[in-house]
């Protein structure tokens, strides 16, 4: 099925929708005290830069979603490579004032 322009059109704009409500609801996280929300600068030196989505559960378990499917991580040294690139990106990310001025560039650039 060929999609028309005005499909398209639709989608790209529900698309941009979307993408300015999560902006605009994580600047809102910027300000609450349970909350560290970090924002890595285009700028930023990376030296890792990973493809992949991940979640650490302490120490013992790390999630790990690849295009087709999903990987549990149990084995420590496995875990440890997550958690450290995790520790990487956070070091390079920033917070606070910093990181909400960063979401509402991105959301002024995208209006």
């Known amino acids: 099925m060929v999609e028309s322009p005005s499909s398209s059109a639709q989608q790209a704009r529900r698309l941009l929708a979307d993408r300015l409500a999560g902006l605009a609801r994580d600047a809102g996280l ?5 909350v560290s929300l ?10 890792r830069m990973p493809v992949e ?6 120490s013992d378990r790390t999630d790990v979603e ?4 999903y990987l549990t991580l ?6 440890a490579m997550y ?8 070091e390079m990310a920033v917070y606070g004032v910093n990181a909400r001025a ?5 959301l002024d650039s995208l209006r």
């Open 30 to 34: 910027t300000g609450l005290p349970n």
């Open 38 to 47: 970090g924002v890595i600068p285009t700028s930023a030196e990376r030296s």
């Open 53 to 58: 989505g991940f979640w650490i559960f302490d």
């Open 66 to 69: 690849l295009v087709s499917g």
């Open 74 to 79: 149990t084995q420590p040294s496995e875990v």
């Open 83 to 90: 958690a450290d690139t995790f520790a990487e990106l956070a």
């Open 102 to 106: 960063l979401i509402v560039a991105a």
